[in-house]
């Protein structure tokens, strides 16, 4: 069976430190692949998305993302965190393709991030 | 506001109670896709409807149904209902199924079950 898996659950940073959020997927044919945020007590909203072309993805407010297909990662990036990235961070695989695709997402279980001022 | 809706945000009822959940689309979506998150289980993907029709289903339990009307809203409804059952409830949409699927989805802000 498909699945997610975030290594680290529990993150805690001071403002500008560096941020990086492994995700490993299992499913050996061709993905799509996603982040969401999910901000205390909001809906969770898209980070960024991989379908195609170049593997390394940028997405909204300062978040890249580098799909590895040869270890099965997309781990998420941030230079310099902000408090205000203090939220939840999920990783999702779709694993259908084309006409068949479906566009079940397969969660992992999701990494709090702590951002101290 | 992400354009999908869900209502009610809260609900509280007691063990053996029925709720119906209800999730209107992001205008335009034709897909419909139904996920529970606690925290002992994460997101889990209950159920999908794609233009009235059922298209995967997941970890839903035979206690719970969905169905999607022809104005494409989506109801979840959950039966004989246990303390176990407490949770987020999470309704998405998208564009479609095939390639219109690709570009990920769009989530509600979730209806919160409290079973006493």
């Known amino acids: 069976a498909q699945s997610v898996s975030q290594h680290n659950h529990h993150v805690i940073l001071s403002e500008a430190a560096s941020l990086e959020l492994g995700c490993n997927y299992s499913y050996g044919g061709t993905v799509n692949l996603f982040w969401y945020v999910q901000y205390p007590g909001q809906h969770l909203q898209l980070l960024l998305k991989y379908f195609s072309g170049d593997p390394l993805v940028k997405g909204i407010k300062g978040f890249e993302a580098e799909f590895i297909k040869s270890k099965f990662s997309f781990n998420l990036r941030k230079p310099s965190v902000q408090w205000s990235d203090t939220a939840e961070y999920f990783c999702?695989?779709?694993?259908?393709?084309?006409?068949?695709?479906?566009?079940?997402?397969?969660f992992g279980q999701g990494t709090t991030l702590q951002v101290k001022p | 506001d992400s354009g999908v809706t869900q209502t009610p945000k809260h609900l509280i009822t007691a063990t053996g109670q029925r709720v119906t959940l209800r999730c209107s689309p992001r205008?335009?979506?034709?897909?419909v896709y139904w996920y529970q998150q606690s925290l002992d289980q994460g997101l889990q993907f209950l159920i999908q409807y794609y233009n009235g029709e059922e298209r995967a289903k997941g970890n839903i339990l035979e206690r719970f149904s969905a169905q999607q009307f022809p104005d494409l809203h989506s109801e979840l409804n959950l039966s004989s209902l246990e303390l176990g059952d407490s949770a987020l409830y999470f309704c998405a949409s998208s564009p479609g199924v095939g390639f219109l699927a690709n570009y990920g989805y769009t989530f509600g802000s979730g209806t919160r079950l409290t079973v006493v």
């Open positions: 205008s335009g979506d034709l897909s």
């Open positions: 999702a695989v779709n694993a259908q393709k084309g006409s068949s695709n479906t566009g079940k997402l397969i």
